[in-house]
């Protein structure tokens, strides 16, 4: 059974809109959440990350918006590009110097010209 | 600076068969792993190494085995390969930060 549950499998978007991919989980021990990108063909590759002691981090076009009393945490894409078409994955661990790293299931986003 | 190399990149076996993921990193870094990939499953650690000479079952580990033959290498063995065990492996390295590689394609036949 998953530890980080992630939402939708699959995501169409425009260029210009915005992708909303969203994450919870369960295990309060989890205080680590970082988001990685794989393109086809590709391993996946560190995007962005959040720890629990602020509920947003932007970094450029993406912003993770995370909310502590909920368990949930999300992945928004402003101006989505057809270049961001890839696979984002969740993820959550119980510190930064944790091994045991949760990956959530993955979201295809395809980004339309 | 490759960062991580996997080899082979491609591999058919046929079930019963044994074969070894090789891993390599040019990143010093302590930490190493092992995860398969499955549509709709996302990424499941098998078994990770957090130093030269130790090795722990992550969360799939049934049906391999791991050698961290150094700081820099970490192989993961299948002695009998299985129709299930078809997927994509990536090995990591890193902590806080993973560095993937390219990823193996195995299917067992």
């Known amino acids: ?113 | 600076n490759a960062g991580v190399t996997q080899t082979p990149k491609f591999q058919v076996l046929k079930t019963g068969q044994s074969m070894t993921l090789q891993c390599a990193q040019d990143m010093n870094h302590n930490s190493m792993y092992w995860y398969r990939q499955d549509p709709g499953m996302g990424l499941r650690l098998i078994y990770y190494s957090a130093s030269e000479g130790t090795t722990d079952k992550g969360e799939v580990p049934n049906g391999y085995n791991v050698s961290r033959l150094n700081k820099r290498e970490f192989s993961l063995r299948l002695e009998s390969a299985a129709p299930s065990q078809t997927s994509v492996y990536f090995c990591a390295g890193g902590l806080a930060v993973q560095y993937f590689g390219a990823g193996t394609r195995l299917s067992v036949l």
């Open chain 1, 1 to 113: 059974q998953q530890q980080v549950k992630q939402s939708p499998q699959s995501l169409i978007v425009q260029k210009g809109g915005i992708s909303i991919i969203n994450c919870a989980y369960e295990n309060t021990a989890f205080d680590y959440f970082p988001w990685y990108q794989q393109f086809p063909g590709k391993g996946p590759a560190l995007l962005i990350a959040i720890r629990p002691d602020v509920s947003e981090k932007k970094e450029g076009r993406f912003t993770i918006s995370f909310n502590k009393s909920a368990k949930q945490f999300s992945l928004h894409i402003m101006d989505s590009q057809p270049g961001d078409s890839a696979t984002y994955f969740c993820a959550a661990s119980k510190g930064l110097n944790n091994n045991d790293m949760r990956f959530g299931a993955g979201t295809r986003l395809t980004v339309k010209p």
